[in-house]
């Protein structure tokens, strides 16, 4: 009698049906993933909107009261700030710092705003109060690019020069005359300062206030300079087309230089790759020790250019009754395109925003219309098969349903030995069916209930140009070695060996059935290594561990 029930389970058990791999797709749905949208009345959104202290923070200008709007995520006015003296043609994007402390006074969480009638106001993103207030210089027009911050300082360009000012109260240090600018933002590499203007000059400003002119070239220079492995990066613009030049950060020696389309969007830099644009097509470049242009697709921008975390780009295209366009580079080297309707049609000039609160994605779209889209990522509810065919695992299956039928032959027949002999190897085989995801399961759990860690500190003295990428540190006999400046990476694995490769370190790997671990970096094994993620212990194999865009992993030996 136990000997049929024995078999009765067996042969149970080959009737389940076959396993197969399920996914869960998302995807992108405009009638499914609208929250709501926000009608500011007039004027424009000519600057990408921010995201500080779960508050949606939008620029509008272009009308009578040019102002700062802060929403709350149900898309109810938090705070609201006009400046009626504006001269409406306020280009110059929404600059949030966090609270500090330096040599000239500590500052609370601050919302900096430069104003085309020279005005600066630091405000509360709380509720947007004033915090202090700056005056600069006026020619026709006063601020009208993008801002840098400098420890406890922010840079700010003005209509005709550049002038550094304390975050703690707004007072001036220094303001050095350079040339007549228009959107002439600031960028800060070190101990210099980079901005152009409306004649084609380059201006390099150093830590003292000293001006010198770097370089020079026929058309406008419009945007913040780029700083890439390769050299300084510089789109001018000229009556009927544009040239990139890269340059000798010092000298101002000219390298490189590629003819582009007219009316130049402004650059945007994520690690080795820049994303230019104008009214005739959108590129890739690849920055090294020379820069090459990877991919390049026919689209009409001339603003900014918003590049997401997971290398989706998305850029308004600035022409009449336009959709917006959304590009993924895939694989390092090519770039593809589609039309995204995003319900708000016509010129615009402003990226848009992505952020996440509460766990949920969330991406907010704003253009001349001075109408603001939020929509939620949509997630599929349905569960889809995948139509990929294992082989392996489907092998596997196979000899297992061969393997449960002998047993339960076995069985019936009293052949107690041959069926032990079987039903062991059946056990080995769903083993080798399970282990991969046991691991997963297992790290996912360690994940969850391990106590909170200490994030990672952001280190002033790394290249700005690493914000919003991920870094990785090496600690060799007390000293680091951070290579930073890296994308697209998903778990520690591929991050880590990327950064080997940059610094031309070695790795010692171990490939075991539940994963793989690193035993020796650059031929220092010790104890071995251990490694931790934005300040969290790994526990698990560095396959098996996610990490995210902006990532620091830290490499310690035991």
């Not at 290579?483 to 998903?490: A, F, N, P, Q, R």
Request: charged share 15%.
């Amino acid at each position: 009698m136990i000997q049929r029930l024995i078999a009765f389970l067996f042969l149970s058990i080959m009737l389940l049906p076959l396993v197969t791999a399920d996914t869960v797709e998302s995807s992108w749905n405009q009638e499914n993933s609208r929250a709501w949208e926000y009608d500011f009345g007039a004027g424009y959104i000519s600057t990408s909107p921010i995201f500080v202290d779960e508050k949606i923070i939008v620029r509008t200008s272009g009308h009578s009261e040019p102002s700062v709007t802060a929403l709350e995520l149900d898309g109810t006015l938090a705070w609201k700030y006009s400046n009626v003296h504006s001269k409406n043609n306020d280009m110059s994007p929404l600059l949030p710092v966090k609270s500090g402390e330096g040599a000239c006074g500590a500052w609370p969480d601050l919302l900096l705003v430069g104003w085309t009638d020279g005005v600066i106001n630091a405000l509360h993103p709380s509720n947007g109060s004033v915090y202090w207030t700056a005056q600069t210089e006026v020619a026709g027009w006063g601020i009208t690019g993008a801002a840098s911050v400098s420890q406890d300082h922010v840079i700010y360009p003005t209509r005709r020069g550049i002038g550094q000012f304390c975050l703690a109260d707004g007072s001036q240090d220094w303001w050095v005359e350079t040339g007549l600018g228009w959107r002439n933002g600031v960028s800060i590499y070190g101990d210099s300062m980079y901005s152009g203007d409306e004649l084609g000059t380059l201006w390099q400003v150093h830590a003292n206030g000293n001006a010198t002119a770097l370089a020079s070239f026929q058309g406008k220079i419009r945007h913040a300079p780029l700083l890439t492995s390769a050299g300084l990066l510089v789109h001018v613009q000229s009556p009927m087309d544009s040239t990139i030049f890269i340059l000798d950060p010092e000298s101002g020696q000219q390298r490189q230089q590629f003819l582009a389309g007219p009316s130049p969007a402004l650059p945007s830099l994520q690690g080795q790759y820049v994303v230019v644009a104008d009214s005739e097509n959108l590129r890739m470049l690849s920055c090294n020790d020379t820069c090459s242009v990877e991919s390049q697709i026919p689209f009409h921008t001339n603003g900014e250019i918003g590049w997401h975390h997971d290398g989706q780009i998305i850029a308004p295209s600035n022409t009449p009754d336009s959709n917006w366009g959304s590009f993924i580079f895939e694989d390092g080297q090519n770039l593809t395109f589609e039309f995204i309707d995003v319900g708000i049609y016509g010129y615009g000039t402003a990226a848009p925003l992505w952020f996440v609160s509460g766990g949920v994605n969330y991406t907010a779209f704003g253009n001349d219309q001075s109408v603001l889209h939020l929509y939620q990522l949509a997630q599929a509810e349905e569960t889809e098969l995948s139509k990929d065919f294992d082989w392996s695992t489907q092998g596997l299956i196979f000899a297992a349903y061969v393997f449960l039928g002998s047993s339960a032959i076995f069985v019936l027949n009293g052949n107690r030995d041959l069926f032990l002999r079987t039903s062991s190897l059946f056990t080995v085989l769903i083993l080798l069916l399970i282990v991969p995801d046991v691991s997963q399961l297992w790290s996912q759990a360690v994940d969850q209930n391990l106590p909170a860690s200490t994030t990672e500190v952001w280190n002033d003295e790394w290249p700005e140009s690493w914000l919003g990428t991920q870094i990785v540190i090496f600690e060799f006999d007390g000293e680091e070695a951070a290579v930073g400046g890296l994308v697209g990476h998903e778990n520690v694995y591929t991050l880590t060996r990327a950064a080997a490769e940059e610094r031309n370190s070695s790795l010692t790997v171990e490939e075991t059935s539940i994963g793989i671990y690193i035993s020796s970096i650059n031929g220092v094994q010790g104890d071995g290594w251990e490694y931790f993620v934005d300040g969290s212990k790994g526990r698990v194999s560095v396959d098996n561990v996610a990490v995210e865009s902006t990532s620091i992993v830290r490499w310690t030996p035991v």
